[in-house]
């Protein structure tokens, strides 16, 4: 975790406080939406990392879907615009799965250009 | 069949328990949905594939009672699946999509939308999902079990016990239902009580609906006969039936419904296929009009020999051959309930058999077919002969009947269609035309079952023999239109409409090939006025469903609770997002 040992129970609740700052800037930027907060009231005793698990799955899969994006992109003879927008697709829904908006905006941009065949878009 | 579902241990705290499939490709919605399920004191059963998931559910026939699927997936389009799942198993299907796609195109939800309740779904929601949405899914669940019992007439005393929580109660109801939907077998006993509740319920039950038994139906022909179909009227009918407690309304509404059956005939004989009538015999089995259907399609063959002996024996669904498929149609019509009445319905089936022929048949079809189905088909009005001699062009809506038959009978094989027609040379569906103030009714009733029987058959039949061309779906938009009117017309439906409703509905989800198409046809005969009432509340459903969901895309006003006075954090602090986030 890249933090010492000793920091651990001293730092948590140091912890907490930074991560309500870095969410709320998060929302108020428009990056994460009503939907990460869902997230957050799922957790609970049983499932104490849900958060984190579903966050983690996320960048999993992200990592997989803008790999394949970028492959597509890429391609000097892409025209295949259509993998594209399943792609896009893809990864519009898993992001608003846990509240990324703004990645969801930008997908939602990404696949308008990408119906207009418009490469450099 | 999915009834199992009810019958399972966990009837004391429904919805609790509902087991769920979930079937998405993607795997950050499966753990959010899992657990979201779970917070619902569901059981999960996730799955990334659509294949995956469609073994899983054959394999443990009445191991789910739900099923939540995305709509796009790599490996089978979220559609398709829910054809399949519709077609196989009686199981109420939510189909899932990402919700920016609205973003794309206004009406792109909307249509989506509607693609997937053609499909068959019982409804919609919209990515991101939200946890309350997720609770009112057990109502499909309990909307379903209840349909298939509503035709029993037990439905209110389970609906009772629901209420009161009574587990005990609901467990010896559900029990029953359970009974009464295996079909054949308790069919009298079903029949005898429906008998008896049919005027006692209508005091005793909360939602007073009539039960339209078949002598009561009888009754009911009987007077309008005498008074003359151009002449009747509820009032009138009902002095001459002479029966306590049945209400003015009740004979009004059962009268539109007579008089829709009847424009269907008509129309159904116009065109080549028949799909109307009988789709009612084609219920799935678990209900009891499956029964009926079975029954029916017995009869079908005899109805080529115009004889219309309905044999109890449990149709085959799946393999009830075109033949039987019209001769259960005809069936339908009359047998349900009404044997007399039933001798209406079988006329089709052989033009050159003098109507009154059609008249005997409907004894053999005995009462095993559930009650309620029967009720309905009294509406067949067998005796109706005197007015099969009415020309078919009486036929007052502009629209094409046959198509909406088409959409009905959708698994009918096109050959049955013509037979059936054939059969139907002069259906009564002239009365219905002859009543000009009724004929508005009858015109859209008809218009909107058989779209709305389309429309649900087409998603579960996807591969149906069918013909019946886009029409029907057309027709839906006509019913649409159609359904603010006809609501308001059979207020008294109420009751009825939604079982009636359902039960095709439910047929058709059986995919119960064979059958499908003789149930509805005869469904939608006789509940025109009921699938009216059925969609619009269908409708309404949906409506509801989708509200929610547009109310979901609440403004970010996060912002309000959270000003902090904070420096901005630079980029570099996402880093500390990634850890605080992984500790």
Redesign the interface.
């Known amino acids: ?3 010492p040992l000793w920091m651990l129970g001293w730092g948590v609740d140091r ?1 907490r406080a ?11 930027q ?1 990056v ?4 990460f ?3 957050q ?2 957790q ?1 005793e049983s ?1 104490p990392n ?9 960048f ?2 992200s990592e997989k879907l803008l790999r394949n994006l970028r492959g597509l992109l890429l391609d000097r003879d892409f025209s295949d615009y259509k993998q594209m927008g ?1 792609h896009l ?2 990864f ?3 992001s ?4 990324a ?1 703004r990645v ?1 905006n930008v ?2 941009a990404f ?2 250009a990408s ?1 207009q065949n418009n490469r450099a878009g | 069949m999915m009834e199992n579902g009810f019958s399972s241990p966990r009837n004391d705290s429904f919805p609790a328990g509902l087991r769920v499939l979930v079937v998405d490709d993607d795997p950050t919605w499966l753990k959010i949905l899992e657990k979201m399920l779970k917070k619902c004191s569901y059981e999960v059963t996730t799955c990334g594939l659509a294949r995956h998931a469609l073994s899983l559910l054959r394999e443990r026939k009445g191991g789910y009672d739900i099923v939540i699927s995305d709509v796009y997936m790599p490996d089978m389009d979220g559609f398709k699946l829910l054809e399949h799942v519709g077609l196989e198993m009686d199981l109420p299907v939510i189909s899932r999509c990402a919700c920016d796609l609205t973003v794309m195109s206004v009406d792109g939800e909307t249509s989506r939308v509607m693609k997937g309740v053609q499909h068959g779904a019982c409804d919609y929601l919209l990515k991101p999902i939200r946890m309350k949405e997720l609770r009112n899914i057990w109502q499909h669940v309990f909307r379903k079990k209840i349909h298939e019992v509503r035709d029993i007439e037990i439905l209110e005393g389970i609906e009772f016990q629901m209420t009161r929580n009574g587990s005990d109660q609901y467990e010896d109801g559900h029990f029953l239902c359970g009974e009464d939907l295996t079909l054949i077998k308790k069919r009298k006993d079903v029949e005898s009580r429906h008998d008896e509740k049919d005027i006692g319920d209508n005091s005793s039950s909360k939602k007073a609906r009539v039960v339209w038994s078949v002598e009561l139906h009888q009754k009911f022909v009987k007077a309008v006969n005498e008074i003359g179909f151009d002449k009747v009227g509820p009032k009138k009918i009902l002095d001459l039936m002479n029966v306590p407690r049945l209400t003015r309304e009740n004979v009004a509404s059962h009268l539109q419904k007579y008089r829709l059956y009847l424009s269907r005939l008509q129309k159904e004989n116009d065109f080549n296929n028949p799909v109307g009538m009988i789709k009612q015999s084609d219920s799935p089995l678990s209900d009891s009009t499956g029964n009926f259907g079975s029954q029916n399609s017995v009869n079908l063959q005899d109805a080529s020999n115009g004889c219309y002996g309905f044999s109890g024996s449990s149709l085959g669904v799946h393999n009830v051959d075109p033949r039987s498929h019209d001769g259960d149609r005809k069936r339908l019509v009359t047998a349900p309930v009404a044997e007399p009445k039933r001798g209406l319905t079988v006329d089709p089936p052989n033009p050159s058999k003098p109507r009154i022929s059609q008249m005997e048949f409907g004894h053999p079809l005995a009462p095993p077919q559930s009650e309620v189905n029967f009720a309905r088909f009294d509406f067949s009005f067998p005796t109706k002969y005197p007015w099969c001699g009415i020309p078919e062009t009486q036929l007052k809506q502009g629209h094409d009947p046959l198509h909406l038959n088409d959409g009905f009978s959708r698994l009918p094989m096109p050959g049955q269609k013509q037979l059936s027609r054939a059969d139907h040379p002069q259906p009564a569906p002239a009365i219905s035309s002859a009543t000009s103030s009724t004929e508005r009714e009858t015109g859209c009733p008809v218009k909107i079952k058989p779209s709305h029987n389309d429309y649900t058959s087409n998603a579960n039949h996807a591969s149906a023999v069918d013909s019946s061309p886009l029409q029907t779906k057309t027709k839906l938009t006509d019913h649409q239109a159609v359904l603010p009117t006809s609501s308001t017309e059979n207020q008294g439906l109420n009751m009825n409409c939604l079982t009636d409703l359902e039960s095709p509905r439910k047929n058709i989800n059986l995919g119960t090939l064979p059958f499908a198409t003789l149930d509805e046809d005869l469904q939608v005969c006789f509940v025109t006025g009921d699938y009216y009432m059925n969609l619009g509340l269908q409708n309404i459903e949906v409506q509801e469903y989708f509200d929610p969901t547009i109310l979901t895309g609440v403004p970010t006003n996060l912002d309000d609770g959270l000003r902090f006075d904070y420096e901005i954090f630079d980029p570099t602090e996402y880093s500390l997002i990634d850890q605080s986030l992984f500790i």
């Open positions: 975790m890249g933090l912890l930074d991560m309500s700052r870095l969410l709320a800037i998060l929302f108020h428009g994460l939406d009503e939907q907060l869902q997230l009231q799922l609970d499932s849900f958060v984190s698990e579903v966050v983690n799955i996320y999993h899969e399943i697709i893809q519009m829904g898993s608003s799965s846990i509240g908006n969801r997908c939602v696949r308008a119906e």
